[in-house]
Protein backbone atom coordinates (compact mmCIF):
# COMPACT_ATOMS: atom_id res chain seq x y z
CA UNK A 1 0.00 0.00 0.00
CA UNK A 2 1.29 3.32 -0.91
CA UNK A 3 1.34 6.37 1.31
CA UNK A 4 0.24 9.70 0.33
CA UNK A 5 3.00 12.57 -0.79
CA UNK A 6 4.04 15.08 1.82
CA UNK A 7 1.62 18.06 1.94
CA UNK A 8 -0.88 16.26 0.30
CA UNK A 9 -4.43 17.50 0.66
CA UNK A 10 -5.72 14.32 3.08
CA UNK A 11 -2.36 14.62 4.99
CA UNK A 12 -3.35 18.29 6.20
CA UNK A 13 -6.90 16.89 6.85
CA UNK A 14 -5.69 14.05 8.92
CA UNK A 15 -3.33 16.45 10.79
CA UNK A 16 -6.16 18.87 11.66
CA UNK A 17 -8.20 16.11 12.20
CA UNK A 18 -5.44 14.54 15.19
CA UNK A 19 -5.14 18.40 16.73
CA UNK A 20 -9.10 19.13 16.60
CA UNK A 21 -8.69 16.26 19.50
CA UNK A 22 -6.15 17.70 21.90
CA UNK A 23 -9.00 17.54 24.88
CA UNK A 24 -10.93 14.49 25.14
CA UNK A 25 -13.39 13.97 28.03
CA UNK A 26 -12.81 10.62 30.26
CA UNK A 27 -15.78 9.59 32.46
CA UNK A 28 -14.47 7.47 35.23
CA UNK A 29 -15.21 4.25 35.93
CA UNK A 30 -16.55 2.63 38.75
CA UNK A 31 -13.79 0.45 40.91
CA UNK A 32 -13.74 -3.07 41.48
CA UNK A 33 -17.19 -3.58 39.50
CA UNK A 34 -16.73 -6.54 36.67
CA UNK A 35 -17.72 -5.77 33.25
CA UNK A 36 -18.33 -8.62 31.32
CA UNK A 37 -18.10 -9.94 27.78
CA UNK A 38 -18.40 -13.03 25.80
CA UNK A 39 -15.37 -14.50 26.23
CA UNK A 40 -14.81 -12.94 30.33
CA UNK A 41 -14.26 -9.83 32.28
CA UNK A 42 -12.09 -7.03 33.37
CA UNK A 43 -12.03 -4.95 36.37
CA UNK A 44 -10.49 -1.70 36.99
CA UNK A 45 -9.16 -1.82 40.84
CA UNK A 46 -6.67 1.40 40.63
CA UNK A 47 -7.11 4.74 38.96
CA UNK A 48 -3.78 7.05 39.73
CA UNK A 49 -1.85 9.95 38.83
CA UNK A 50 1.40 10.21 38.25
CA UNK A 51 3.80 12.67 38.02
CA UNK A 52 5.92 13.14 34.44
CA UNK A 53 7.49 16.48 32.81
CA UNK A 54 5.54 18.34 35.68
CA UNK A 55 1.86 17.43 34.34
CA UNK A 56 -0.17 15.10 35.98
CA UNK A 57 -0.76 12.17 34.07
CA UNK A 58 -4.17 9.73 34.70
CA UNK A 59 -3.85 5.88 35.11
CA UNK A 60 -6.46 3.19 35.25
CA UNK A 61 -5.14 0.02 36.28
CA UNK A 62 -6.82 -3.14 36.15
CA UNK A 63 -6.67 -6.98 34.84
CA UNK A 64 -8.63 -8.83 32.60
CA UNK A 65 -10.08 -12.68 32.63
CA UNK A 66 -10.47 -14.71 30.27
CA UNK A 67 -12.19 -17.84 31.13
CA UNK A 68 -15.14 -17.99 29.53
CA UNK A 69 -13.33 -18.58 25.59
CA UNK A 70 -13.57 -21.20 23.62
CA UNK A 71 -9.36 -21.39 23.00
CA UNK A 72 -8.28 -21.38 26.22
CA UNK A 73 -7.99 -19.42 29.54
CA UNK A 74 -5.80 -16.54 31.05
CA UNK A 75 -5.64 -12.93 32.16
CA UNK A 76 -3.50 -10.33 32.53
CA UNK A 77 -2.84 -7.12 34.47
CA UNK A 78 -3.29 -3.79 32.41
CA UNK A 79 -2.84 -0.38 33.26
CA UNK A 80 -4.01 2.33 30.39
CA UNK A 81 -2.92 5.74 30.15
CA UNK A 82 -5.70 7.82 29.79
CA UNK A 83 -3.73 11.33 29.21
CA UNK A 84 -2.70 14.50 31.37
CA UNK A 85 -5.28 15.63 32.86
CA UNK A 86 -6.05 19.23 32.25
CA UNK A 87 -9.57 19.22 34.11
CA UNK A 88 -10.10 17.07 37.30
CA UNK A 89 -13.92 15.67 37.76
CA UNK A 90 -15.65 19.10 37.12
CA UNK A 91 -19.21 17.44 35.74
CA UNK A 92 -21.02 14.47 36.17
CA UNK A 93 -21.57 12.17 33.60
CA UNK A 94 -25.24 10.76 32.52
CA UNK A 95 -24.48 7.90 34.66
CA UNK A 96 -23.76 9.96 37.74
CA UNK A 97 -19.77 9.46 37.27
CA UNK A 98 -17.48 11.97 37.13
CA UNK A 99 -16.50 13.39 34.58
CA UNK A 100 -12.95 15.01 33.78
CA UNK A 101 -10.40 16.33 30.56
CA UNK A 102 -7.61 15.10 29.54
CA UNK A 103 -5.12 15.22 26.89
CA UNK A 104 -3.78 12.19 25.30
CA UNK A 105 0.01 11.11 25.65
CA UNK A 106 1.11 11.61 21.63
CA UNK A 107 4.68 12.00 21.67
CA UNK A 108 6.84 8.51 21.62
CA UNK A 109 9.25 9.43 24.21
CA UNK A 110 6.68 10.31 26.42
CA UNK A 111 5.17 7.20 26.36
CA UNK A 112 8.43 5.65 26.84
CA UNK A 113 9.24 6.85 29.69
CA UNK A 114 6.16 6.50 31.50
CA UNK A 115 5.82 3.25 30.42
CA UNK A 116 9.08 2.77 32.63
CA UNK A 117 7.38 4.41 35.29
CA UNK A 118 4.66 1.70 35.30
CA UNK A 119 6.67 -1.05 34.88
CA UNK A 120 9.11 -0.21 38.26
CA UNK A 121 6.00 -0.23 40.40
CA UNK A 122 3.83 -2.98 37.60
CA UNK A 123 6.63 -4.65 36.26
CA UNK A 124 3.98 -7.39 34.96
CA UNK A 125 1.26 -5.21 33.89
CA UNK A 126 0.39 -4.25 30.28
CA UNK A 127 1.01 -0.57 29.28
CA UNK A 128 -2.07 0.74 27.04
CA UNK A 129 -2.41 4.56 25.66
CA UNK A 130 -5.26 5.64 24.56
Given at each position: M????RGHPATRSAKRFQESWAFVEYVHKRLNEAVESISGYYVIDKEAIILHDRRQVLVEFGCAV???ACCGAGGFRYANIVGYVTTWRTRMGKEGSPVSEVEPV???EARREIQER???VEPYCQVNFF
Open positions: RSLPIDNREEIRE
